[in-house]
T-cell receptor, first 115, second 117 residues
Framework: DAGVIQSPRHEVTEMGQEVTLRCKPI?????LFWYRQTMMRGLELLIY????????DSGMPEDRFSAKMPNASFSTLKIQPSEPRDSAVYFC?????????????FGPGTRLTVL | AQKITQTQPGMFVQEKEAVTLDCTYD???????LFWYKQPSSGEMIFLIY??????QNATEGRYSLNFQKARKSANLVISASQLGDSAMYFC??????????????FGKGTKLTVNP
């Protein structure tokens, strides 16, 4: 089975530009998570969805960040406008409620560099 | 609040030897789960092993085992017969209660393991 798919794998953009990160969860999984990883702050949960509905977005740093999940097989994380401090690796993960254990499976990540 | 603490920023081990990576946790929830992930230099996060708070036995997966001491709130990862490919960052994580009662993972800062030939 295919794992979690993220695109692009690398993104370099200039400050002020809009950035869109994409994620396809594992088929059948009903939870989707967006994480950000930096050296300073480690792995932080930004937002997660259950059955395409955002449940907890308390980790979203500010209004410049938004996430959507229009259907069970696709989610986006958008940063507009981007800033240099947004440079990080962004991970998407998914899991299936009721699995034992309810393990989150991570995508390969998108390395974002904002110049 | 739930918290994971990994006190070893870096660890070194000789190839073929065993190594223990420390993890302590804090939660008031009687039901929780503990996970270990490996992150090699390529960047992906790889699930290694899981321990549930009500599991009677320590979890094992091949060369990985989890030394779960509930009273001490510790969940140390033991890697036996280390291999060069084990060199990576290792993260301990805890499933914490969140809105909707779902699966919010709280991660530690990680331990960088280096296996020497």
């Amino acid at each position: 089975d295919a794992g979690v798919i993220q695109s692009p794998r690398h993104e370099v953009t200039e400050m002020g530009q809009e950035v869109t990160l994409r994620c396809k969860p594992i088929s059948g999984h009903d939870y989707l998570f967006w994480y950000r990883q930096t050296m300073m702050r480690g792995l932080e949960l930004l937002i997660y969805f259950n059955n395409n509905v955002p449940i907890d977005d308390s980790g979203m740093p500010e209004d410049r960040f938004s996430a959507k999940m229009p259907n069970a097989s696709f989610s986006t994380l958008k940063i507009q406008p981007s800033e240099p401090r947004d440079s990080a690796v962004y991970f998407c993960a998914s899991c299936l409620a009721g699995d034992r254990p309810e393990t989150q499976y991570f995508g390969p990540g998108t390395r974002l560099t904002v110049l | 609040a739930q918290k994971i603490t990994q006190t070893q920023p870096g660890m070194f081990v000789q190839e073929k030897e065993a190594v223990t990576l420390d993890c302590t946790y804090d939660t008031s929830d009687p039901s929780y789960g503990l996970f270990w992930y490996k992150q090699p230099s390529s960047g992906e996060m790889i699930f290694l092993i899981y321990q549930g708070s009500y599991d009677q036995q320590n979890a094992t997966e091949g060369r990985y085992s989890l030394n779960f001491q509930k009273a001490r709130k510790s969940a140390n990862l033991v890697i036996s017969a280390s291999q060069l490919g084990d060199s990576a960052m290792y993260f301990c994580a805890m499933r914490a209660r969140a809105e909707g009662g779902s699966e919010k993972l709280v991660f530690g800062k990680g331990t960088k393991l280096t296996v020497n030939p």
